[in-house]
């Protein structure tokens, strides 16, 4: 049997990214539009819908890029685009 999580996976969906670090505010640009928040000062909140998995992977994908340390790729709500 799959696991629940991955009848989800083609669906629109608010994901929370934690990389480590404080990124500037402009970098939003470069993350298709998620709101930059901050925690604790030493770690960058990414929030924001995708529309697919392949849109998911390609923001983790930014991440590996620009030699940010992924800390968390957390699910917040499934079918967030829809509401």
């Known amino acids: ?23 500037p505010a402009r970098w939003a640009e470069w993350f298709d539009g998620f709101t930059l ?3 604790a000062g030493e770690d960058t909140i990414l929030t924001g819908s995708v529309v697919d998995q392949a ?3 390609g923001l983790i994908s930014r991440v590996r890029d620009l030699g940010l340390t992924l800390v ?3 699910l917040l709500d499934v079918d967030a685009l829809n509401h």
């Open 37 to 39: 928040s901050y925690e």
């Open 72 to 74: 968390a790729v957390e």
């Open 1 to 23: 049997m799959e696991p629940a999580v991955t009848a989800h996976r083609d669906k629109p969906a608010r994901y929370r990214i934690r990389v480590q670090g404080t990124l």
């Open 55 to 57: 849109m998911l992977h």
